[in-house]
């Protein structure tokens, strides 16, 4: 018997290891792909991807920060642990190098990446990190310095870069520590992964309708600003979190990775302002991205909150001078008209009689960007059908919505040199315009086009909010908001990217929500996909409102202040005549009770 059994130890196979590392690492049950070359079930549904290794077991790689220049080969983890171990000078600091795990599951990737180099397409700084990149197979170690960083912020594959190409323990976040020279980030696999979320995701998402573009303003101007900020890559970490508890269904509000992110950002900048030496745009900036945040979250507290601190430190105060860098201004601007629009409320940031969007001359817009949401009779929808996609239905509502918007838009604005102006309409006409144009839209039969519907239906809930002075979120019943948003969906991002102006307009109806879910949601319990919902909605409606600032700033926030406007007008007019209507009231009352009170003393 023990002779068997030390002959069966002796004959036991080595126990094959089937699983990924990155399902190892993340202890999931791992499936072995259908097909060669390809990644398992589990790392195909993962954002960013990961390097989907199989036999070879290199976990061990994500305790090293970062070996120091020159590639080390190794064909196993055993063998990278003890040579490590024999040299551990090799170590440096992780803000110098990083590591790059290489397999042979990349071979098609690397192929395609040295035939790119070799035609000589790459920069010369991007072709650096080309040859780092296919220089490791079998599982070699490459070292990786500031090369990656610029490629991926100035180079031709910014827009669309694949997540395999960028599959590091470390290249993102050690490339922007090293350029900041402060801002220590850890560089943890959790916040690689993070970073490399924001840039393949989130930031595509947020200023482009399809999520897979970058406009060349975002991409030459904001986004390095945000990879060498002082606080932001930081930020960018938490906005990345947010983003991904929000496609997972997770509440970010109860998520504590969000939450415990967030407390770490906010006593950093609270530390920097504290102590007095800083730039005051990246402090401002950085704000304005928190602001973001808080919006998409759907916290009104907290973005109150970080307004009122963004109005405090625009402002020249105590000898501080106040900010003056043109882009800052601009997006603040637009994030004030934005939060405003989608609370319904006032702006909190700038004087409404304050600077004024710049002039937009509409020969200038661009057709897709058209949208009824200026003072300017000259746009024509009906001359624009063809270009925009549009029925002759959808066409005259528009044109319709436009005359009647433009009534109320034209005393926010200044005077546009040569625009066609509708001139002085009192309220009452205004009123009862609005009233005519809803009873022919609601009479109207309905079109087979979804984005006809879609207009009609946001056609109605506008003029029902004109006609009875009440706010959207009052008038628009959660039916109403369900096939909205139902039909913006239906449509998808391919057909809205084509009317990214109309899009615009149709999101600024679609957003504005109540407080407090109404009864049916609370009747039905669906209450966490009521939320999604509202969140989804406005997530859009930043998404196509930084579309067309990209392309045009000033368009951007004409749009948005037009919106605006129209929400002021009804709130404001609503409210004087409800207080002309109780005084009236009063005054009868009181007029009544005399009467009696004389004829009672005369019996």
């Given at each position: 018997m023990l002779s068997s059994s030390s002959n069966g130890n002796a004959n036991r196979r080595e126990r094959i290891k089937k699983s990924?590392?990155?399902?190892?690492?993340?202890?999931?049950?791992?499936?072995?792909?259908?097909?060669?070359g390809q990644p398992c079930p589990n790392c195909a549904r993962r954002w960013p991807r990961a390097e989907c290794i199989f036999p070879l077991e290199l976990s061990a790689c994500a305790s090293l920060a970062a070996l120091g220049p020159g590639g080390i080969k190794v064909t196993s983890a055993q063998e990278l642990v003890m040579r490590v171990k024999r040299q551990p000078e090799k170590l440096h600091h992780p803000s110098q190098w990083a590591v790059?795990?290489?397999?042979?599951?990349?071979?098609?990737h690397k192929a395609e990446m040295q035939r790119h180099h070799e035609?000589?397409?790459?920069?010369?700084?991007?072709?650096?990190?080309s040859d780092s990149g296919v220089a490791g197979m079998h599982g070699e170690l490459v070292t990786h310095s500031q090369g990656f960083h610029d490629e991926y912020m100035g180079g031709s594959n910014c827009a669309g870069a694949s997540p395999k190409k960028v599959a590091a323990l470390g290249g993102v976040l050690t490339s922007i520590t090293s350029c900041l020279g402060g801002s220590r980030i850890d560089d943890s696999p959790r916040n690689i992964e993070l970073m490399h979320y924001f840039l393949d995701f989130v930031a595509p998402n947020l200023v482009s309708i399809e999520g897979n573009y970058m406009p060349p303003l975002f991409r030459a101007q904001m986004l390095p600003w945000m990879m060498q900020s002082q606080l932001f890559p930081k930020i960018g970490i938490l906005m990345a979190s947010v983003f991904q508890a929000f496609e997972r269904g997770y509440d970010a509000e109860s998520h504590p990775e969000p939450l415990a992110i967030k407390g770490k950002v906010l006593g950093m900048i609270n530390r920097t302002i504290g102590s007095g030496v800083y730039e005051l745009e990246d402090v401002v900036r950085s704000i304005i991205n928190l602001a973001v945040i808080e919006w998409l979250w759907g916290k009104e507290e907290g973005l109150l909150a970080h307004l009122r601190g963004l109005k405090y430190l625009a402002q020249p105060v105590d000898g501080r001078p106040g900010l003056n860098d043109p882009m800052s201004i601009s997006v603040l601007m637009l994030v004030d008209h934005a939060v405003a629009v989608t609370y319904e409320r006032d702006l909190l940031i700038h004087d409404r009689n304050g600077p004024q969007p710049e002039h937009v001359p509409v020969p200038s817009i661009p057709i897709p960007f058209l949208s009824p949401l200026l003072p300017d009779l000259?746009?024509?929808?009906?001359?624009?059908?063809?270009?925009?996609?549009?029925?002759?239905?959808?066409?005259?509502?528009l044109s319709q919505v436009l005359r009647l918007t433009a009534m109320i838009i034209e005393p926010f604005f200044e005077p546009y040199p040569g625009s066609e102006q509708v001139g002085p309409v009192s309220s009452t006409d205004i009123?009862?315009?609005?009233?005519?144009?809803?009873?022919?839209?609601?009479?109207?039969?309905?079109?087979?086009?979804?984005?006809?519907?879609?207009i009609q239906l946001c056609a109605l809930i506008l003029?029902?909010?004109?006609?009875?002075?009440?706010?959207?979120s009052v008038v628009k019943t959660e039916a109403q908001s369900q096939t909205l948003y139902e039909n913006i969906l239906a449509v998808g991002t391919k057909g809205w990217k084509e009317v990214p102006g109309i899009f615009l307009w149709i999101l600024l109806v679609a957003t504005p929500h109540p407080k407090t879910p109404p009864r049916e949601v609370l009747a039905t319990g669906a209450v966490t996909r009521w939320e999604l919902k509202k969140k989804y909605l406005v997530r859009k409606m930043s998404t196509a409102s930084q579309v067309i600032s990209q392309e045009h700033f000033p368009l951007g926030i004409?749009?948005?202040?037009?919106?605006?406007?129209?929400?002021?007008?009804?709130?404001?007019?609503?409210?004087?005549e409800t207080t002309r209507g109780s005084e009236w009231k009063g005054s009868r009352n009181r007029s009544g009770n005399g009467s009696e009170s004389e004829s009672e003393g005369s019996i």
């Open positions: 990924c590392t990155e399902c190892r690492r993340r202890k999931q049950k791992c499936q072995p792909p259908t097909s060669p790059y795990v290489v397999s042979d599951s990349d071979r098609k035609s000589g397409n790459a920069s010369p700084k991007s072709s650096s990190s000259r746009i024509s929808f009906l001359q624009s059908t063809d270009a925009l996609g549009l029925t002759l239905t959808a066409a005259d509502m009123r009862a315009i609005a009233f005519r144009l809803h009873g022919a839209l609601a009479s109207a039969s309905p079109e087979p086009d979804l984005v006809t519907q879609t003029t029902a909010s004109i006609s009875t002075m009440q706010p959207i004409a749009y948005m202040r037009g919106f605006w406007a129209v929400q002021r007008f009804v709130v404001e007019r609503g409210r004087e």
